[in-house]
């Protein structure tokens, strides 16, 4: 099955200053590609999303990578925020069903942003 | 309202004694999952659901029953609660096969403490 290993599990940032996390991910098959956040005491939720025919998408000051080859993605937050402060999971999955619809997620990064 | 829904958002019960996490959602969503999280292992997939009276184990499927009879209702029993059972429990569905969102929505959680 799946197994997707996230790195660094704990990050540590000066406001203004740039936070990226990086995932890898064992299966061929996956496409699909979410990040989470979840906040003290709060449920995960998305906040960007790759599929495996784009290699690269942003929303504001966030950013995904892809490399499909490589199998590893990464998340790029710019400008970073006290309120990005969070615990962030990175997941793989396929589009399609069967097993491959499910959502396997790394083990998370928490990023604390320093005012 | 319209969404995803766990009960209890706590419970506190004995070693050996069965109890019922219920999760709940309104979109008609195909796909149901139930994850635990504990420090250290993010989210790992209990046992998941891809539509009614489908489901299958998923990484740490030992100590809980599922069932799906109804697409709405996605239901985990821990026949025989263990304090290792101990952790915060959150649902999830997401719609599959040719449908545009794939985005993965969590429940708020339910938070046992067996004792």
């Known amino acids: 099955g799946e197994n997707v290993e996230q790195h660094p599990s704990t990050l540590s940032v000066q406001e203004g200053d740039s936070a990226v996390i990086k995932c890898t991910y064992s299966d061929s098959a996956s496409n699909y590609f979410p990040w989470y956040k979840q906040e003290l005491g709060k449920r995960p939720q998305l906040i960007i999303d790759i599929r495996s025919n784009v290699g690269e998408k942003k929303d504001q000051r966030i950013a995904v990578t892809l490399n499909k080859t490589a199998k590893h993605f990464s998340l790029h937050i710019t400008e970073t925020q006290p309120e990005d402060s969070a615990v962030y999971f990175c997941a793989a999955s396929s589009l399609y069903g069967g097993s491959q619809g499910n959502l396997i997620f790394g083990k998370g990064t928490k990023l604390s942003v320093k005012p | 309202d319209a969404g995803i829904t766990q009960s209890p958002r706590y419970k506190i019960t004995e070693t050996g004694r069965q109890v019922t996490l219920m999760c709940h959602q309104t979109w008609s969503h195909s796909y149901m999952f139930w994850y635990r999280q504990d420090l250290g292992h993010g989210l790992r997939l209990i046992y998941y659901?891809?539509?009614?009276?489908?489901?299958d184990k998923g990484e740490v499927p030992d100590g809980y029953v599922v069932s799906r009879s109804k697409t709405e209702n996605f239901p985990l029993t821990l026949e025989s609660a263990t304090r290792s059972q101990t952790s915060v429990y959150f649902c999830?569905?997401?719609?599959?096969?040719?449908?545009?969102?794939?985005?993965?929505?969590f429940g708020q959680g339910t938070r046992l403490t067996v004792v």
């Open positions: 999830a569905s997401r719609r599959i096969k040719g449908q545009p969102n794939t985005e993965a929505f």
């Open positions: 659901s891809a539509a009614a009276d489908i489901t």
